[in-house]
């Protein structure tokens, strides 16, 4: 079933163009990865499938709706900074995430902060950058979402937890859903993506299957990646 | 939706005004006292200079972060990093808008309960409970009963003027902060020039609306009713300043929902 379709879709940032006329189409149940150089449009599509940014033109939908409150209330979004009030607690958290989002499960997060060794009363501004970001990821991840976008969830955190965010999306996300996960660190990733599409310069240089593509070219996807970005650079 | 954002923003307003309402009260009954209690000669010197200047930051402080806090709840929660969640809840954006000018409202009205119970309680620690019992008195005369009675309606469209005055400024605010984010950089002074553009508008509008005003007898008319009934031409009056000020609050809201929900640019 699709879950995440673009129509031609473009988006400028003056006359600079972000995303040129793609066509995507990404089924549920599976852990697509959307990677990219800097500025190849991840950030932005990503943006526009949350209604964060609107459509120059084209049409993106999810679950078959134009972004709206209706689509936030089954897609959970993580960004690619420090999106949580800083001034709450744990506790303060927890219940402004059961309030606003339905599908929130809380048992689910209380078990993952136990697991990760997290609590008290202590703000998130005073907690560590990296005990912040899996704080975050484990909020994303506990809800019952239709639609996970993740934006840079590994960017800038130590291999270790690295492991911990991508053993979180793994054990956590519903069967159902569709996963996207935006990076540009391929390797950690590659392990659990079904699916890949590389973004560049605005437009889909290729969307496959991941075993598909390492049965195809012979190569890891990051080895792939690696030698057609070097060609593509040059 | 609007009511758990609107406890929400309660929530993030209290943890900073409550304290400072607490300190201010605390304060007031104390400044009663010692203007009871200590001698003359000593609250006359350096002391009581101190106790007067100290109430009155204080009464300085609740209005300033007041005003902060209803602005830097919009800037940062909304178009700062916290956006990013703010705008990812399942609710529309003019949803987002209104709960914050719900909020400013609510706290402008406890601050200004607390400014009121705060001069209560000065009043009330330098003169003991007698003082309360003669103002009560003053209002219970006859006399001042039926005065208010008779500017009753003036009174509460008096209310209701503050009310959408406050929701107006602070719209107009949002709007200008709305604009200046449209700018990826210097957003803080294109917002700032925003607001100066919209009171030059504002300025020229007003005049056109008086010229409008006296060219068409309004004012005339208005003047008659004034002569022969003043509280019914001050009704008048602000009935339409109220009118004036709504179309104020619809105008920029739809211009900040607008830059909002069209054109958001988060950092």
Request: hydrophobic share 50%; net charge negative.
């Amino acid at each position: 079933m699709s879950m995440l379709e673009c129509t031609a879709l473009s988006k400028n940032y003056g006359s600079v163009e972000a995303l040129r006329s793609i066509d995507l189409t990404l089924e549920s149940g599976r852990i697509v990865g959307l990677v990219g150089p800097n500025g190849s449009g991840k950030t932005t599509l990503i943006k526009l499938a949350q209604h964060l940014l609107t459509p120059t033109s084209g049409v993106i939908t999810i679950d078959g709706m134009i972004p709206g409150p209706q689509t936030k209330a089954i897609v959970s979004y993580l960004p690619d900074r420090d999106f949580l009030p800083q001034w709450m607690n744990l506790d303060e958290l927890m219940t402004f995430y059961h309030d606003f989002f339905p599908d929130f499960n809380p048992a689910k997060a209380a078990d993952m902060l136990d697991a990760l060794g997290v609590s008290g009363r202590q703000p998130l501004g005073k907690m560590s950058k990296g005990t912040r970001e899996k704080v975050q990821l484990i909020f994303t991840m506990s809800r019952e979402a239709k639609v996970y976008l993740l934006d840079e969830p590994i960017a800038g955190v130590d291999p270790a937890t690295r492991d911990y965010i991508l053993r979180t999306i793994l054990s956590n996300y519903s069967e159902n859903a569709l996963v996207l996960i935006s990076t540009h660190l391929i390797t950690d990733v590659e392990p659990i993506l079904d699916e890949v599409v590389f973004l560049q310069k605005g437009t889909i240089e290729l969307h496959e299957n991941a075993d598909a593509l390492r049965e195809r070219t012979g190569k890891s996807i990051d080895g792939y990646f690696r030698e057609v970005y070097r060609c593509w650079g040059n | 939706m609007l009511g758990k954002l609107i406890g929400y923003e309660t929530k993030a307003f209290g943890r900073i005004m409550v304290p400072l309402y607490i300190a201010m009260l605390a304060f007031a009954l104390f400044t009663g006292l010692s203007i009871r209690f200590v001698p003359e000669d000593i609250m006359q010197g350096l002391p009581g200079v101190l106790i007067g200047m100290l109430y009155g930051v204080l009464m300085m402080a609740i209005i300033i972060m007041t005003c902060v806090l209803s602005v830097t709840r919009f800037y940062k929660n909304l178009l700062g990093q916290e956006g990013y969640l703010m705008f990812s809840l399942p609710t529309d954006t003019a949803t987002l808008i209104v709960s914050k000018v719900i909020s400013v409202l609510i706290w402008t009205g406890f601050s200004t309960i607390v400014a009121f119970m705060a001069i209560a309680l000065s009043a009330l620690g330098a003169g003991g409970i007698e003082a309360f019992r003669e103002l009560l008195h003053f209002f219970r005369h006859p006399e001042i009963l039926q005065h208010l009675s008779q500017i009753s309606g003036v009174l509460i469209l008096t209310v209701l003027m503050i009310i959408a005055g406050t929701a107006a400024s602070i719209v107009r605010i949002y709007a200008g902060i709305a604009i200046g984010h449209q700018f990826n950089d210097h957003r803080i002074l294109f917002s700032i020039v925003a607001l100066i553009a919209f009171n030059i508008i504002g300025t020229i509008w007003s005049t056109l609306l008086s010229t409008f005003g006296f060219y068409t007898g309004v004012f005339e008319s208005l003047s008659r009713i004034f002569e022969a009934d003043t509280v019914q031409g001050i009704c008048i009056a602000q009935t339409g300043m109220i009118g004036v000020l709504l179309f104020q609050v619809a105008l920029f809201g739809i211009l900040t929902w607008v830059l909002l929900d069209r054109r958001l640019n988060l950092e």
